[in-house]
């Protein structure tokens, strides 16, 4: 028997706070942000660096902070692709069309690449599939940009892992096409 003021067994548990979470979670998103770097090819920030822009955004929203560690490390995910992209952009604006910032996919035999992609052209060529198939858009973004592994994915989407598996094949094939009509045009 518990005391009054003990938790009960299917009590919620307070939300933690942003600073506790960070803290909990700092390695797993540094991984995150190693592989969504590519280790460095192209652009000039880190992991570190990436990490600590992740924080700063979902630290200006108290909602973020109850959230399961797979929620939280998808909505990571997404937080890292629009900061590497918003980076892209700007280098890209400052050369004027020049050098690209290259980021390669931490899987790239499994995407079907074995050069650099351009960051860029990945992001447009996810909105694109997005408006196809917007989960599996969703799943690239899950398994690319954080990590996540299909049990992972499918726990968020609330589907089954071999649905995600399955999406994730035709996902990587579709983009494998579409990244090479837009390198060949």
Not at 65 to 90: H, K, M, S, W, Y
Not at 128 to 139: W, Y
């Amino acid at each position: 028997m518990t005391q009054p003021g003990e938790a009960q067994p299917g009590d919620v548990q307070p939300p933690r706070s942003m600073d506790e979470l960070m803290a909990e979670m700092y390695t797993t998103l540094r991984e995150i942000a190693e592989r969504a770097l590519g280790r460095g090819k192209g652009l000039t920030c880190d992991a570190t660096d990436l990490v600590h822009e992740c924080y700063i955004k979902l630290s200006q929203v108290s909602a973020y902070q109850g959230l399961p560690r797979v929620e939280f490390v998808a909505l990571a995910a997404t937080v890292i692709r629009n900061e590497l992209v918003d980076r892209a952009r700007r280098r890209s604006a400052k050369k004027r069309g020049g050098d690209l910032a290259r980021v390669t996919l931490h899987d790239q035999a499994a995407m079907g690449q074995d050069a650099p992609l351009d960051l860029l052209d990945l992001d447009e060529a996810l909105k694109k599939l997005a408006t196809l198939d917007p989960r599996q858009a969703r799943i690239v973004e899950l398994r690319f940009f954080g990590g996540l592994s299909n049990e992972e994915a499918a726990e968020i989407l609330a589907v089954k892992p071999r649905l995600v598996a399955d999406e994730w094949a035709m996902a990587r094939a579709w983009l494998k096409r579409e990244l090479s009509r837009g390198l060949g045009s």
